[in-house]
């Protein structure tokens, strides 16, 4: 194979000694912005930025409503890194390279990663700028044999065969339905996401067999981040917005499409920033 197969754990520790040797914060929480939800960076309080470009070994955003900065600050007095922009299969990244900032941010110290996106409501009770909290997850390009931990094991990140039945931190996902609630929200919501490869919506059938799986919302990204930081302990929030509603019907005239999804995530970012910053001033990390 000519294509790179993985990277080595020196690699991840270069890019986190790099980092850890430019900026004086010491990040505990990560956050992933979604399609859209960049906006989450923006709240990071004393904040220092570094384009992806400038981090050595990092993948390059392609993806619209992705900015492409890793972003250290302070968020409701918790230091945080966030991901203003993820890597996304479709792109055409092997899912090592997808992961990459996951590993990293575990070697920096980090402790919990909260991972947003923006995702397609299959479940019938779901209404565009719902919210849901991740509770499980179906990993179909996993189950198509794409798994970024395929190949050699790194021992020092995990073991050879996580379990992924706990992946999704409960006491993290009860802590945001408080804070919802605390908010006043009426529109909070638990599920499972379904992780697809993309870059092409799904096809009214393809909606109809997930939503008959058991999948609540589907999307193209968050569960190969979420393997990755199972496998190396950490704890992990899942929380998507749904976008749009999924096409299910064949009279529908409706067709899903990007600028709606970047638009839905406009319309919610104040709902969600607040939601991350109540979480963030509730959680402790000794207690979950
Ligand atoms: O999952 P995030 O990165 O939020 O993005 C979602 O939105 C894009 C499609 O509009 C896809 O990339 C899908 O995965
Ligand atoms: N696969 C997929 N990804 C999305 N991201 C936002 N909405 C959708 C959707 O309907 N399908």
């Not at 998507?240 to 009279?251: E, H, P």
Request: hydrophobic share 40%; proline share 4%.
């Amino acid at each position: 194979m000519s294509e790179k197969e993985s990277c080595t754990y020196e690699e991840y520790k270069q890019t986190s000694d790099w980092l850890l040797s430019k900026t004086k914060h010491r990040p505990i929480v990560a956050i992933v912005c979604g399609s859209g939800l960049g906006g989450l960076g923006e709240l990071l309080k004393d904040q220092q930025a570094f384009n992806y470009c400038d981090i050595p070994n990092f993948p390059k955003s392609t993806v619209p409503g992705h900015a492409g900065r890793l972003i250290f600050g302070n968020l409701s007095g918790k230091p945080c890194v966030c991901m203003q922009g993820r890597f996304h299969f479709y792109e055409g990244y092997p899912l090592w390279k997808v992961t990459f900032p996951v590993r990293v941010f575990h070697l920096m110290g980090v402790e919990a990663i909260i991972l947003t996106n923006a995702a397609g409501g299959l479940n019938q009770e779901f209404s565009v700028g719902d919210i849901m909290v991740i509770k499980d997850h179906i990993n179909m390009v996993g189950f198509a044999g794409q798994n970024p931990l395929f190949g050699h094991n790194e021992d020092r990140f995990g073991p050879r065969f996580p379990p992924m039945s706990d992946a999704y931190n409960k006491n993290m996902r009860s802590l945001l339905l408080a804070a919802g609630k605390e908010l006043g929200y009426n529109n909070m919501r638990e599920g499972v996401y379904c992780g697809l490869g993309g870059p092409n919506f799904e096809t009214i059938a393809e909606c109809r067999f997930l939503n008959k799986l058991g999948a609540d919302a589907v999307g193209m990204s968050t569960v190969h981040e979420v393997v990755v930081a199972r496998h190396c302990g950490l704890r992990i929030l899942g929380i998507s917005l749904i976008t749009n509603k999924a096409v299910m019907d064949y009279d529908s005239n409706f067709t899903a499409n990007h600028e709606e999804v970047l638009q839905a995530g406009k319309d919610s970012a104040k709902y969600m920033e607040k939601l991350v910053s109540t979480f963030l001033q509730r959680l402790d990390l000794n207690k979950v």
